[in-house]
């Protein structure tokens, strides 16, 4: 391949001219097979600290630790060329000092390769947003529904139920946005909500249950392939890879169990001759 045809990774520059024009499309991944697969066509894929829920099995992401994120970071940047990949920092890695989250941040950054980390980010986080940027750390912001926050919250609930609700979620956009995010995760928001927070920042929004007026819309991939029964509202499933995977282990134990499994075709033609 030339130097003129290699693909080039998407950097923030190709993200941040999004705004307003046509809408940035980003999917989770979480390891090298599954981010082949979506990297031609996705702007962005982010190593979601939904890791914890989807891969790991727990039950919310609090428990996700800098070294999970670091090893499924390294695994999505294997698996793919072309989109900008971020990487979610976890529930205790940057909430502390300006100084803890560019310490962790900068792990994240060198150990993975990855193009920015993403951020929960309260208004006290803009601080941790504009100390990162400052030094070099692309930062995306991620209001609304924090899902890092849901003991706070109570589980895992829209937000702008109330006026206070409501304007706090424009605060902390307009902070992330003034302190230099380069975009800005919009989660669970009424889809009015959601375009006022569009229009009132400078960077792009990628929604998740939030607005079609956003400059992009995200959601967690096993969710929109339709891997559990359950969803949240907001995911339209464009697949059923539960029937999928099910129906083909089902298959194959019948014929493991018939013995109809391996066939000849499945198994090794040698030819054995005298020892030389
Ligand atoms: O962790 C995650 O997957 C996320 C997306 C849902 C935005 O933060």
Redesign the pocket.
Known sequence: MSAQTQIRRKTVKDIAKAKGGDPLV?L?AYDAQVASLLDPHCDIL?V????GM?VHGLSS?VGVTLEMMILHGQAVMRGSSQAFVVV?MPFGSYETNSDQAFLNAARIMQETGCQAV?I?SGTYAATQIAHLVERGIPVMG?VGLR?QAINVDGGFRAKGRTTGEWDRAIQEAVAADRAGAFAI?V?GVAPNLADEITAAVECPT?G?GASAGCDGQ???TNDLLGMTDWVPKFVKKNADLKTVIGEATETYANEVRSRAFPGEAQTYKVRKSADS
């Open positions: 980003c989770t982010l979601g600290d939904s890791v989807v992401t979610d993403k929960e991620h899902p995760v989660e990628i998740i995200i959601l967690v």
